[in-house]
């Protein structure tokens, strides 16, 4: 792995004059400093890769082997005829071994599990959503090309490619966060990277509960639901929380059923023993060999599928689905961007009609009344919580209108002193006109009920509903 070491150059590079007057650096350098520290990281880094088979580095990447990297870059550092004080050295030497083994900058901001979004807008602006809230971190890269040397290395670990001819690209980082990035000539101030982080520790119905985002009841239905086989759509907009939700929704599938899932960048973390994961391909260099969710969602019913879990529908591939739900796959769960249960039939309406088949609005709205059984809001309020904002029931067709109740809801009252919306969950009184199918599909639906009241949440619902269950 290692290659002789080359004898010490005498002292590596001076600094000038100005440099060698001025005082240590402090905890937050400016940047004039920052540049100095970060040449001196540059020649470290250049002097390592002389002297190691980086890829045999890689390849082995275990705690021995970075603790030998870790070693070498120190006695690196001494070879600097620069005095560093403690923080500056290990500073760069951990800046210089987040370089070699992981993806530099952004292990910091991976590091920290408060952190929900990552925004990279070029080298110097990276923005972070923590606790609801998006404030301008410090991280920086040193330039454009550092960049794209990152994201190089995100998109070719899951056997894709970012390049002025591919200048988009979704990929997945190895703890099952979502990467979406844009790079020059579309991005014109540098290259534009989103990570939405998933935790190590999925989110369930039981933190949504203790974090306001739902009521227990709400959780007791869309389970008496998903077992009861009912096709579910989760709607909402960017960032409201869809495939969270989705994710918490695919958990109340049995563990004896088939489950195939089919997304653009895996995300979903299913722990049922029988799942089968499909993700899409892009096209390769030449424009060839491009696999859609399309193509993948035809191909799933050949699959003997017990439960089709589609990441989300965006495109002609919406009219394929509705055509699963409708065939024998009830149980299927999907998402699509919709700012309300209403607007969702009017968005489906839009991405059958990109299918390329003529078919005439009542027979589109025939099969999505036919198809989806329930719809499930949710949405990002003002300040940055989450919330269920309301389970709707698709009734079935009056006239061309496709007919819906609401069931459960949230009805915001207004904004703290935190700047953070809050309001009360409400059941609106209506009983579903599901619940016989779903007790014919041996969903336990006994224990649901529907009179007009407040519901309850919070941490002290959640321990009196724990204390229920035991």
Same mark, same amino acid.
């Given at each position: 792995?290692?290659?002789?070491?080359?004898?010490?150059?005498?002292?590596?590079?001076?600094?000038?004059?100005?440099?060698?007057?001025?005082?240590?650096?402090?905890?937050?350098?400016?940047?004039?400093?920052?540049?100095?520290?970060?040449?001196?990281?540059?020649?470290i880094?250049?002097?390592?890769?002389?002297?190691?088979?980086?890829?045999?580095?890689?390849e082995?990447?275990?705690?021995?082997?970075?603790?030998?990297?870790?070693?070498?870059?120190?006695?690196?550092?001494?070879?600097?005829?620069?005095?560093?004080?403690?923080?500056?050295?290990?500073?760069i030497i951990?800046?210089?071994?987040?370089?070699?083994?992981?993806?530099?900058?952004?292990?910091?901001?991976?590091?920290?599990?408060?952190?929900?979004?990552?925004?990279?807008?070029?080298?110097?602006?990276?923005?972070?959503?923590?606790?609801?809230?998006?404030?301008?971190?410090?991280?920086?890269?040193?330039?454009?090309?550092?960049v794209?040397?990152?994201?190089?290395?995100?998109?070719?670990?899951?056997?894709?490619?970012?390049?002025e001819?591919?200048?988009?690209?979704?990929?997945?980082?190895?703890?099952?966060s979502?990467?979406?990035?844009?790079?020059?000539?579309?991005?014109?101030?540098g290259?534009?990277?989103?990570?939405?982080?998933f935790?190590?520790?999925?989110?369930?119905?039981?933190?949504?509960?203790?974090?306001?985002?739902?009521?227990?009841?709400?959780?007791?239905?869309?389970?008496?639901c998903?077992?009861?086989?009912?096709?579910?759509?989760?709607?909402?907009?960017?960032?409201?929380?869809?495939?969270?939700?989705?994710?918490?929704?695919?958990?109340?599938?049995?563990?004896?059923?088939?489950?195939?899932?089919?997304?653009?960048?895996?995300?979903?973390?299913?722990r049922?023993p029988?799942?089968?994961r499909?993700?899409?391909?892009?096209?390769?260099?030449?424009?060839?060999?491009?696999?859609?969710?399309?193509?993948?969602?035809? #191909? @799933?019913? *050949?699959?003997?599928?017990? &439960? %089709?879990?589609?990441?989300?529908?965006?495109? $002609?591939?919406? =009219?394929?689905?509705?055509?699963?739900?409708?065939?024998?796959?009830?149980?299927?769960?999907?998402?699509?961007?919709? #700012? @309300?249960? *209403?607007?969702?039939?009017? &968005? %489906?309406?839009?991405?059958?009609?990109?299918? $390329?088949?003529? =078919?005439?609005?009542?027979?589109?709205?025939?099969q999505?009344?036919?198809?989806?059984?329930?719809?499930?809001?949710?949405?990002?309020?003002?300040?940055?919580?989450?919330? %269920?904002?309301?389970?709707?029931?698709?009734?079935g067709?009056?006239?061309?209108?496709?007919?819906?109740q609401?069931?459960?809801s949230?009805?915001?009252?207004?904004?703290?002193?935190?700047?953070?919306?809050?309001?009360?969950?409400?059941?609106?009184?209506?009983r579903?006109?599901?619940?016989?199918?779903?007790?014919?599909?041996?969903?336990?639906?006994?224990?649901?009920?529907?009179?007009?009241?407040?519901?309850?949440?919070?941490?002290?619902?959640?321990?009196?509903?724990k204390?229920?269950?035991?």
């Open positions: 792995m290692f290659r002789p070491s080359k004898p010490p150059s005498g002292g590596g590079e001076k600094p000038d004059a100005e440099n060698s007057e001025t005082p240590r650096p402090s905890p937050t350098p400016t940047d004039s400093q920052r540049i100095d520290l970060d040449s001196i990281k540059t020649r880094h250049r002097k390592l890769l002389d002297r190691l088979d980086l890829s045999q580095v890689i082995q990447d275990s705690d021995v082997t970075r603790e030998e990297v870790k070693t070498l870059v120190a006695a690196l550092c001494d070879e600097e005829d620069v005095l560093l004080d403690h923080a500056d050295r290990q500073r951990t800046e210089v071994l987040d370089q070699t083994f992981g993806l530099g900058p952004l292990e910091e901001l991976l590091g920290d599990p408060a952190i929900s979004d990552i925004m990279i807008n070029g080298p110097k602006n990276i923005y972070i959503e923590k606790g609801g809230r998006l404030t301008k971190s410090s991280v920086q890269f040193k330039d454009n090309p550092h794209l040397h990152v994201l190089d290395k995100i998109v070719s670990a899951v056997g894709r490619r970012v390049d001819v591919n200048p988009m690209v979704d990929a997945r980082l190895a703890d099952g979502r990467v979406n990035a844009i790079i020059p000539p579309l991005a014109l101030d290259p534009s990277i989103s990570i939405r982080r935790g190590k520790d999925p989110v369930t119905f039981d933190n949504y509960i203790g974090w306001s985002s739902a009521t227990p009841e709400m959780r007791d239905l869309i389970h008496a998903v077992v009861g086989r009912l096709n579910v759509l989760i709607i909402g907009g960017t960032g409201s929380g869809k495939t969270t939700l989705l994710n918490n929704c695919s958990s109340f599938i049995p563990e004896t059923e088939r489950i195939v899932t089919i997304e653009d960048a895996a995300e979903l973390q299913l049922q029988h799942v089968v499909l993700e899409t391909r892009p096209a390769n260099i030449e424009g060839k060999g491009r696999i859609s969710i399309r193509d993948l969602l035809v #191909n @799933s019913l *050949r699959m003997r599928p017990d &439960r %089709i879990v589609v990441g989300e529908c965006r495109g $002609g591939e919406t =009219l394929d689905m509705l055509q699963a739900m409708n065939t024998g796959h009830d149980g299927s769960l999907t998402t699509i961007h919709a #700012n @309300s249960p *209403r607007d969702s039939i009017q &968005r %489906i309406e839009t991405m059958v009609m990109m299918s $390329g088949f003529d =078919l005439p609005v009542r027979a589109i709205r025939t999505i009344a036919s198809a989806i059984d329930l719809i499930v809001h949710a949405s990002r309020l003002t300040g940055g919580p989450r919330k %269920i904002l309301s389970i709707t029931e698709v009734l067709m009056e006239g061309d209108v496709v007919t819906q609401e069931i459960m949230f009805e915001q009252q207004g904004v703290n002193e935190d700047g953070k919306a809050f309001g009360r969950f409400l059941c609106t009184g209506v579903p006109a599901f619940l016989d199918r779903l007790q014919s599909h041996g969903a336990d639906a006994s224990g649901l009920s529907f009179e007009r009241r407040e519901l309850g949440t919070g941490p002290e619902v959640l321990e009196r509903d204390r229920n269950r035991s």
